[in-house]
């Protein structure tokens, strides 16, 4: 089943729809180190939707060439890294899937210049929560002047 959401206005849509997520599994999130999430929206998501702090999927201080910046946009292999760490660290019985409910995507990445997870990699995240039965929510006001940069 392929669901998608256009939410126009910002906050109060937002936190709504990951109310309907966290109420199907009682658990966390997972996103970007840089989401404004985390450095614009004061833990709202603790506040007023009673989730846990998110895991925060990062390749912080790796220089990216194919972008010119030391913080590249999270990529497939950055899903997978925070996956297969919390396998490592036993969480949940081994389980990872079993910890994140949801995973945040800013597209573009409005801290780091408006850089965009490559296409592929986005569709490579997308099935690989598929399968894991994980929530996938692309979130972006910019999302349309986004796909300019997609081709």
């Given amino acids: ?3 998608a959401l256009l939410i126009h206005s910002k906050q109060k849509q937002q936190q709504q729809q990951q109310q309907d997520l966290k109420s199907q599994q009682d658990v966390t999130f997972a996103c970007h180190h840089t989401s404004h999430l985390l450095l614009h929206e004061h833990d709202a998501f ?15 201080n790796e220089y990216d060439k194919t972008n010119g910046i030391h913080v ?31 995973l945040i995507l800013e597209l573009p990445h409005r801290e780091i210049g408006g850089k965009c997870t490559p296409w592929d990699d986005v569709l490579q ?27």
Avoid: W
């Fill in 1 to 3: 089943q392929n669901i």
């Fill in 46 to 60: 603790t506040h007023l939707l009673q989730m846990k702090k998110p895991l925060i999927i990062s390749t912080a």
């Fill in 72 to 102: 590249p946009p999270a990529r497939f292999e950055d899903v997978m890294h925070t996956f297969k760490s919390l396998e490592q660290q036993g969480e949940d019985n081994d389980d990872a899937t079993k910890v994140i409910s949801t």
């Fill in 125 to 151: 995240i997308k099935q690989f929560l598929k399968d894991q039965n994980i929530a996938f929510h692309c979130d972006g006001a910019r999302l349309v002047e986004a796909a300019a940069g997609y081709g």
